[in-house]
């Protein structure tokens, strides 16, 4: 293990997240067994009371996760001098077996904990807890994947060895490789962007026909969830394939990870906030959908749904003008 | 209207020290009456108050204002109920010194960020009403008891709340500020404010304006006398 002041403020944090998290579940069990708003019974008010200090506590360590995925690709890609063969975070997510598994994890968790603080906040505007069940539900799929979370990255953190020769985007994301990179990397680019514009033109069609048609258009809002995530996956796609040549200039040059250097102008940044967080709200909109309309919130909860698509959408928009900025200021001449 | 439903409340619960501070509580406050709670210390009448007025939950039980559970509220919508419905006379006033009686008075309006100058304004009605207007700028420090019940009197109504809660607001009050308490309460019901108070002091339940007394023992209501209505 490399004692780095960012490995050990990863660890702290995933450590108090994991014992909240925990500590959590086992209430939200209780509250998705005994929950009954019209009781008064002392174990309803029991559980009323508590849920307050629950939320806030989450609400703390949830919105350390989404920083905490910021810092572990950062700190990766500052740590690739440490360690042979790496030039950025994919060499050093590489040395040892965790890494990449405690990249993937982190999105996920990442989306999970989004998509409850979302919920949590529409439910704060209840004066009954009127989404205190689902939320709760939530989170006991949510905890075991935070937990397991907190321990790949452990696993991944404690076996760095800095003796290990590692390979890098340039072995990896490479259209000959093997495995998901190279595959990846393997993509037609024309394909690639086309997939990218059409799919983004549908989610933009999308989130206009629902802002037009009639507010309790249940299916088509929970419909946003999945091209909201469709859309990432093709955005992902066209990032590694295509967008990511443009940026470095380079036909050949496919990594997703090299785009937050500072010597690209930290685009990534620009390109995976939105991309992120605009999925985020895209798949809260679509989860709050598949619940009944609270009776405290008859009007305020389609309004949230309504406001989380045309949030997602917003953000995707930004995404795309930064990738049209990115292929704009590009000297490299990929078709024609 | 102000509706109680088997109230129950408990203080420590499930440790050696437990304490029942209420036990089964039903009972319905209606609106523009002066009720008061007697009985002796470690009867449950603070901690009826507390629950009434949304500073405290109950440990199991409901109770309703207007027919509306109040007593599950998030603590966010706890706190503009307060606001906006409570106004509070604590036993020892709880004036906030270092600052000055006008401040105080204001103090509790502004969350809701009103505009200051004709909240000032407001402020200073109040104290004019309770005739106590020379004191507005000066530190609650140097006022004496009355003076400073008067005050919190004031900063119990900045917000025009339709319930005043007092707690012993005659505890630390001879009995001519007694009866001038006596006085302002009266005139706060013919605004048509709830009156709900606890008190050891004979002088304020045996006085003609309070509509009902409640004996609370042990957790329990004892006793209840509801007068006649008054003039």
Known sequence: ?336 | MIELKKVFKQYHEGRINEVRALVNINLTLKKDCITVFKGPSGSGKTTLLTLIGGLSKPSSGRILLDGEIISNLPEKFLAALRREHFGFVFQRFNLIRGISVLENVMLPAYPMAPAHAPLRQKAKDLLERLHIPEKADMPVDVLSGGEAQRVAIARALINDPDTIIADEPTANLDSRLAVQFLQIIEQLRKDGKTIIMTSHDPRIWQARIVDRVIDMEDGHIVEENEKVANP
């Open chain 1, 1 to 336: 293990m490399i004692f780095h002041t960012p490995i050990l403020a990863m660890i702290l944090a995933s450590v108090i997240t994991s014992i909240i998290v925990l500590w959590s579940a086992f209430f939200a069990l209780k509250v998705v067994r005994h929950w009954d708003i019209t009781s008064g019974h002392a174990r309803q008010l029991t559980l009323e009371k508590r849920t307050y200090l629950v939320t806030t506590a989450l609400k703390f360590v949830l919105a350390l996760e989404l920083f905490s995925l910021i810092l572990f690709v950062t700190n990766a890609d500052q740590m690739a001098p440490m360690f042979t063969g790496a030039m950025c975070a994919v060499g050093v997510l590489n040395v040892n077996e965790y890494g990449m598994p405690a990249l993937l994890l982190k999105l996920a968790v990442f989306f999970g904990a989004s998509v409850w603080l979302i919920l949590n906040h529409a439910d704060e505007q209840g004066r009954d807890y009127p989404l205190a069940k689902h939320k709760y539900a939530l989170l006991t799929i949510l905890a075991p994947l935070v937990l397991i979370t907190s321990l790949i990255q452990f696993l991944y953190f404690y076996n760095l060895h800095a003796d290990v020769i590692t390979s890098c985007c340039s072995r990896l994301f490479v259209p000959e490789g093997k495995g998901l990179q190279a595959s990846l990397s393997a993509m037609d680019p024309m394909s690639a962007l086309y997939m990218l514009f059409i799919s983004f033109g549908l989610l933009v069609l999308l989130a206009f026909w629902l802002r037009g048609s009639k507010r309790n258009n249940r299916f088509g809002r929970a419909l946003f969830g999945p091209v909201a995530i469709g859309f990432f996956t093709v955005a992902i796609i066209a990032i590694t394939s295509v967008i990511s040549s443009y940026i470095y200039e380079q036909p050949h040059h496919h990594c997703p990870f090299d785009i937050l250097k500072w010597q690209y102008g930290y685009i990534g940044f620009a390109l995976y906030i939105p991309l992120f967080t605009g999925t985020a709200f895209g798949l809260a909109a679509g989860l709050m959908s598949l619940f009944p309309t609270p009776s405290s919130l008859l009007e305020a909860y389609p309004r949230m749904i309504a406001r989380n698509i045309t949030i997602s959408a917003v953000l995707m928009t930004i995404f795309m003008a930064f990738i049209l900025l990115a292929i704009g200021r590009s000297h490299l001449i990929l078709f024609g």
